[in-house]
Each structure stands twice: as structure tokens, then as C-alpha cells.
């Protein structure tokens, strides 16, 4: 079945700088891969996603990019910001089938 | 009002004890899911259900088990708890109509057995 991997599972960085989030699966026929961000006490929520048949995506400073060849997608998160604090998971999915996440990446934004 | 609400939100439990966490959704999915989450480990399928009479075995679904009462109720039962269930539990939902539509999650159920 598929399995998602995540790098790394902590990262800091200063105010203003910018994230990197790697995920990597291992079924080449997953075609849909969100990205959720869940805060301390609260379930995760949807933040940006990416469909197989498109390999960047941006919305205003977060963007997703997706290598389908080396079966790898990344989250990047521009001029980072104290609120971008929180733990950031990567997922898989092939239609129909149920979504398998990656472990979880910490992010810690430091003013 | 949350449109995935799970209670309780906390829970301490002792070990061997039976208890049920409930989770009902006003979204109007069919599809609803149970995971676990452990540090470092994401999260992890319990059971699912596609529609009210449809349940199915996730990854890790021994100790565990469901009930689908309604297409907007999902509970999850520990029959006899033990210490290695204390872990964070989320109820999900997501719309089967749109191919690889987002899961909605719930704010969780933090269960503690001691």
C-alpha cells in the first residue's frame, strides 16, 4: 500500500524567512495530495492541495509543488509569520481509496 | 457551530474500562473516519464507513470498534481499554462525489487510560 514520509519532523526558522516541508509517497498512483496545518487544541484543516495533472500550486505566501517522476511534493511557505506556528501534515490519496499521512512536521516561526 | 463535533474533548479513563466516543458531522458526507494520532507517528485509519451500513477495518482497528447510527453519527468504542490507547482521536468526513475532496476534520478527543 502506499506510505508517505515527511522531512523533517521539526524545523525553525526566523520571522520572515521562509519553510520547506518535503513529502515523499511511494504509489505512483496516488493523484491527490493535500496539506493540512493543525493548530495546538484544534483538528487539522486543509490549507492548500494538488491534483496529479499539476505540478505547482500558490495561494497568496504558501505554495505546493509536485514531482510526479521522483513521486515527491513540498509545501513552502513564504515571509513566515508567528500564526504559521503549528504542526503541518502531507497526504496521499488515490481516488476512491482512503488518504495515508505523513508523520508530521513541527514548524516553529521564531520573532 | 462545528460542522465535525466531537465529544468528549477529554477523557481520563482506568484501564479495562468500556468507553465510547461520539462524533456527528453536519456536512452531509457519507464517508466518515476514525484516526489516532501519536507524536510522531501522523495519523493513523481506525475504521471508516462509506455510508450507514458500511463499516471497514483501517490500519490499526484491533481494540477498537464502531457504530454508524445515522449518516451524521460515528462512534468509536474501546471495549476494555488499556494505557497504549491514550492518544489523540480525530473524526473525519469527505464528500465521495468529488474525486479526492478534502477529509473535514473534528477538533479531537484527547483520551487518557490510566
Known amino acids: 500500500g502506499e506510505n508517505v514520509e515527511q522531512h523533517p519532523s521539526t524545523l525553525s526558522v526566523q520571522e520572515g524567512d521562509s519553510a520547506v516541508i518535503k513529502c515523499t509517497y511511494s504509489?505512483?498512483?496516488?493523484?491527490?495530495f493535500p496539506w493540512y496545518k493543525q493548530e495546538l487544541g484544534k483538528g487539522p484543516q486543509l490549507i492548500i492541495d494538488?491534483?496529479?495533472?499539476?505540478g505547482e500550486k500558490k495561494d497568496q505566501r504558501i505554495a505546493v509543488t509536485l514531482n510526479k517522476t521522483a513521486k515527491h511534493f513540498s509545501l513552502h511557505i513564504t515571509e513566515t509569520q508567528p500564526e504559521d506556528s503549528a504542526v503541518y501534515f502531507c497526504?496521499?490519496?488515490?481516488?476512491?481509496?482512503?488518504?495515508?499521512f505523513g508523520p508530521g512536521t513541527r514548524l516553529s516561526v521564531l520573532p | 457551530d462545528a460542522d465535525v463535533t466531537q465529544t468528549p474533548r477529554n477523557r481520563i479513563t482506568k484501564t479495562g474500562k468500556r468507553i465510547m466516543l461520539e462524533c456527528s458531522q453536519t456536512?452531509?458526507?457519507?464517508?466518515m473516519y476514525w484516526y489516532r494520532q501519536d507524536p510522531g507517528l501522523g495519523l493513523r485509519l481506525i475504521y471508516y464507513?462509506?455510508?450507514?451500513?458500511?463499516?471497514n477495518k483501517g490500519e490499526i482497528s484491533d481494540g477498537y470498534s464502531v457504530s454508524r447510527q445515522a449518516q451524521a453519527k460515528f462512534s468509536l468504542s474501546l471495549e476494555s481499554a488499556i494505557p497504549n490507547q491514550t492518544a489523540l482521536y480525530f473524526c473525519?468526513?469527505?464528500?465521495?462525489?468529488?474525486?479526492?475532496?478534502?477529509?473535514?476534520f473534528g477538533q479531537g478527543t484527547r483520551l487518557t487510560v490510566v
Open positions: 464507513s462509506f455510508d450507514v451500513k458500511d463499516i
Open positions: 504509489d505512483s498512483a496516488s493523484n491527490y
Open positions: 456536512k452531509g458526507h457519507d464517508r
Open positions: 473525519a468526513t469527505s464528500d465521495p462525489a468529488s474525486a479526492g475532496t478534502e477529509a473535514f
Open positions: 497526504a496521499a490519496r488515490i481516488y476512491g481509496q482512503n488518504f495515508v
Open positions: 494538488i491534483r496529479s495533472n499539476v
